[in-house]
T-cell receptor, first 110, second 114 residues
Framework: SQQGEEDPQALSIQEGENATMNCSYKTSINNLQWYRQNSGRGLVHLILIRSNEREKHSGRLRVTLDTSKKSSSLLITASRAADTASYFCATQAPDYKLSFGAGTTVTVRA | ETGVTQTPRHLVMGMTNKKSLKCEQHLGHNAMYWYKQSAKKPLELMFVYNFKEQTENNSVPSRFSPECPNSSHLFLHLHTLQPEDSALYLC?????????????FGQGTRLTVV
């Protein structure tokens, strides 16, 4: 069953700008993960944040997690054309199952 | 490359055909998954295998039949599919130990049913 829901569905920004997308989920989780997918290809793991963490950084990526609101955000700073892709959040339940949302499609204009 | 290989990359089949999708990983992972990705929809988890044992079957129609002969290989056998089964089929693997598990995905098989 779907767990994460991303918002917005699509995002178009100028190169150099920041991109922010959000994810909401419904039930308790062990962790929340963000993945990236280039058109028609497999998903690539970007970053994982545990349920007892509030913020995490990896390069130009910043992820926050608010378990009280059951929401997470992914911020991509100083975007590049190569960041154009779909971004998915995935929640890992205590039974290890990973549930994905429908994704946010990000277009970075040169 | 993620270490998970899917073949074929593209497949066109008629509704009366029988075909199989193959997934292979040599990452030492003990869990393998099949997901279906349709346009504008969340990834749908179809099957999960943990140490070669099927632990999840999310009400998938019997025209999809998984097979996991060992922890490195996973197949999805297809027969009498419908046009609405056209989608990107993704295989993933992970190591199920400890609290966190990161999934490694193959490039997917783009299936078109005609």
């Amino acid at each position: 069953s779907q767990q994460g829901e991303e918002d917005p569905q699509a995002l178009s920004i100028q190169e150099g700008e920041n991109a922010t997308m959000n994810c909401s989920y419904k039930t308790s989780i062990n962790n929340l993960q963000w993945y990236r997918q280039n058109s028609g290809r497999g998903l690539v793991h970007l970053i994982l944040i545990r349920s007892n963490e509030r913020e995490k950084h990896s390069g130009r990526l910043r992820v926050t997690l608010d378990t009280s609101k059951k929401s997470s955000s992914l911020l991509i700073t100083a975007s590049r054309a190569a960041d154009t892709a779909s971004y998915f959040c995935a929640t890992q339940a205590p039974d290890y199952k990973l549930s994905f949302g429908a994704g946010t499609t990000v277009t970075v204009r040169a | 490359e993620t270490g998970v290989t899917q073949t074929p990359r593209h497949l066109v089949m008629g509704m009366t055909n029988k075909k199989s999708l193959k997934c292979e990983q040599h990452l030492g992972h003990n869990a393998m998954y099949w997901y279906k990705q349709s346009a504008k929809k969340p990834l749908e988890l179809m099957f999960v295998y943990n140490f070669k044992e099927q632990t999840e079957n999310n009400s998938v129609p019997s025209r999809f039949s998984p097979e996991c002969p060992n922890s490195s290989h996973l197949f999805l056998h297809l027969h009498t599919l419908q046009p609405e089964d056209s989608a990107l089929y993704l295989c993933a693997s992970s190591r199920l130990q400890g609290g966190d598990t990161e999934a490694f995905f193959g490039q997917g098989t783009r299936l078109t049913v005609v």
